[in-house]
């Protein structure tokens, strides 16, 4: 984790921060001296959110609104603005993951609302944060993506395309800044025991449903130790904060990568347009 004091001056807004991973990422970026600005839908859960930093020595402020609402993500970002400053860094997090059925089966309505939480969301976000941080020449941007956006899932093809579209998105959007100081990341934080892995760890659905296979994937993932700990999530959102992997602009990376190894060897990254990666697991063990 990074030290007290740290991220002192920074302000970092989260959507999604009521709950799940969201807060966990609060909760750190704070505790390293960052004020911290959230935006979610339960205006309960953010309270809880906020409570939890404050009782810490933490500054935090929040703010409701659905991340496809234009007027209320705008109001949203506005009085986060007034309270806490300008945006250094943008943590767009807030997502759904969809309908699980076949792609010719699938409600095209449930469909086509998770691509506007999960990529409309991280748009609209970005649209409203990114101007001042190009007109103030620094600022990070990180979004909470999935190794489902460069790897296929079956029945989950709305989630699978969303964060595939959102992966493409952040090295689009790391090159138009690159000129203007801003930097931008897509971060898978691998399968945590919290978030949507809550609801599966507590699904009861058959076995040989949909729905049941989906979350007996999930469970087996977790049981055998192939899962992230929040921490690793929690300690890698840090190092880009503090800045330490701006040279990875652009890249999709995870919480099981080598980054260090990475930035060792970063004029081949650069050159091949490649990074390094080891996997590591629950109990420790690694595999380059």
Do not use: C
Request: zero cysteines.
């Amino acid at each position: 984790m990074a030290p007290v004091g740290q991220l002192d001056g920074t302000v970092a807004l989260i959507t999604g921060g009521g709950r799940g991973v969201g807060r966990v990422l609060a909760h750190a970026l704070a505790g390293a001296g960052a004020a911290v600005g959230l935006v979610a839908r339960s205006a309960e859960e953010l309270a809880e959110t906020v409570k939890l930093i404050e009782a810490d020595g933490g500054v935090a402020a929040a703010a409701t609104a659905d991340v496809t609402d234009r007027d209320a993500a705008t109001a949203a970002v506005e009085d986060l603005r007034r309270q806490l400053g300008p945006v250094d860094l943008l943590i767009n997090n807030a997502g759904m993951p969809g309908p699980a059925a076949l792609a010719w089966e699938v409600d095209p309505d449930e469909w086509w609302r998770t691509m506007e939480v999960n990529l409309g969301g991280v748009f609209l976000f970005t649209h409203l944060v990114v101007p001042e941080m190009v007109s103030r020449q620094r600022g990070r941007v990180v979004n909470i993506t999935s190794r489902a956006g460069v790897f296929r899932w079956p029945m989950m093809s709305a989630y699978v395309v969303s964060k595939g579209a959102v992966v493409k998105f952040t090295e689009n959007l790391a090159h138009e800044t690159r000129r203007h100081g801003v930097t931008a990341f897509s971060v898978h934080p691998g399968i945590l025991p919290i978030g949507f892995s809550e609801a599966a760890l507590a699904d009861d659905s058959p076995p040989d449903s949909i729905q049941g296979r989906k979350s007996a994937w999930i469970k087996q993932m977790l049981s055998d130790g192939r899962g992230a700990d929040p921490a690793w999530v929690a300690d890698l959102l840090l190092r880009i904060a503090a800045g330490e992997l701006d040279a990875l602009s652009g890249r999709h990376i995870t919480v099981h990568d080598d980054l260090d190894g990475a930035l060792a060897r970063i004029g081949e990254v650069e050159e091949q347009d490649l990074y390094l990666m080891r996997v590591r697991t629950i109990g420790g063990g690694e595999a380059t």
